[in-house]
C-alpha cells in the first residue's frame, strides 16, 4: 500500500464549477499535511496547509480527517488558470528530517 | 530575492555514466533537501542536507550521495546512471531542518540514454 493515495483523474470540469480531491495516507502518526499545485513541468509549489480545524484561503478550503486517514481539497468557482496537478503531501512524523511524502498527484483540466 | 537556482536545468547521459546536479538554496536558508520525480509520479525523498550534515535518506540506492557545502549549497551525484534515473530531480531549502515552508527549485531534467 502506498503511503499517500489519490485519484489520479484527470478531472475535467467546465469553468465555474466546484470539484473536490481526495487523499488517504496510510501512517496514522503523519502531523503536517499540505496541498502542493504542479503546472507542467514546472515545480511544485505550496497551495496550502492543512489543520485539523480545517482552512480556506479564498475559492480552496482543505480539510483533515484523523480518524479516517484521509484529506481533502475543494475548489470552488473553478478558473481556467486553475489547472495543474494537485499533489496530497504528508510528513510522516515530527521527527528530525522534513521528509515530505507526496501522492501521485490529481490531474484538473478546467475547460472554458 | 533569488529563489532556490539548480544547474543545469537539462541534460541527457548515457547508461554507465555519472551526474552532479547542483542547487543554491535561498539566501539564509540552511536545509536542503532532494527530490526525483519520475513522469506520472509525485516526488520522492532522496536526501536531507542541514548544516552540512545528512539527517535523512530515502530508498535509494548507494548509487546516490550528495553532500553540502559551508554556503549551503548542495550537490547531487548519480553514479552507473540506469535508464530508469531518467527523471525530474528537485531540490528543496528551507530555513531549518524542521518546522518550516518547503520551497523548491525549477529542477533538474536528466534523461538517461
Known amino acids: 500500500r502506498k503511503e499517500v493515495e489519490q485519484d489520479p483523474g484527470p478531472f475535467n470540469v467546465p469553468e465555474g464549477a466546484t470539484v473536490a480531491f481526495n487523499c488517504t495516507y496510510s501512517?496514522?502518526?503523519?502531523?503536517?499535511f499540505f496541498w502542493y499545485r504542479q503546472d507542467c513541468r514546472k515545480e511544485p509549489k505550496l497551495l496550502m496547509s492543512?489543520?485539523?480545524s480545517g482552512n480556506e484561503d479564498g475559492r480552496f478550503t482543505a480539510q483533515l480527517n484523523r480518524a479516517s486517514q484521509y484529506i481533502s481539497l475543494l475548489i470552488r468557482d473553478s478558473k481556467l488558470s486553475d489547472s495543474a496537478t494537485y499533489l496530497c503531501?504528508?510528513?510522516?512524523?515530527?521527527?528530525?528530517?522534513?521528509?515530505?511524502?507526496f501522492g501521485s498527484g490529481t490531474q484538473l483540466t478546467v475547460l472554458p | 530575492d533569488a529563489g532556490v537556482t539548480q544547474s543545469p536545468t537539462h541534460l541527457i547521459k548515457t547508461r554507465g555514466q555519472q551526474v552532479t546536479l547542483r542547487c543554491s538554496p535561498i539566501?539564509?536558508?540552511?536545509?536542503v533537501s532532494w527530490y526525483q520525480q519520475v513522469l506520472g509520479q509525485g516526488p520522492q525523498f532522496i536526501f536531507q542536507?542541514?548544516?552540512?550534515?545528512?539527517?535523512g535518506r530515502g530508498n535509494f540506492p548507494d548509487r546516490f550521495s550528495a553532500r553540502q557545502f559551508p554556503n549551503y549549497s548542495s550537490e547531487l551525484n548519480v553514479n552507473a546512471l540506469l535508464l530508469g534515473d531518467s527523471a525530474l530531480y528537485l531540490c528543496?531549502?528551507?530555513?531549518?531542518?524542521?518546522?518550516?515552508?518547503?520551497?523548491f527549485g525549477e529542477g533538474s531534467w536528466l534523461t538517461v540514454v
Open positions: 542536507y542541514y548544516e552540512k550534515e545528512e539527517r
Open positions: 539566501s539564509g536558508h540552511k536545509s
Open positions: 528543496a531549502s528551507s530555513l531549518y531542518q524542521s518546522g518550516n515552508t518547503i520551497y
Open positions: 492543512v489543520y485539523s
Open positions: 503531501v504528508v510528513i510522516p512524523n515530527s521527527g528530525s528530517a522534513r521528509q515530505l511524502t
Open positions: 501512517n496514522s502518526a503523519s502531523q503536517s
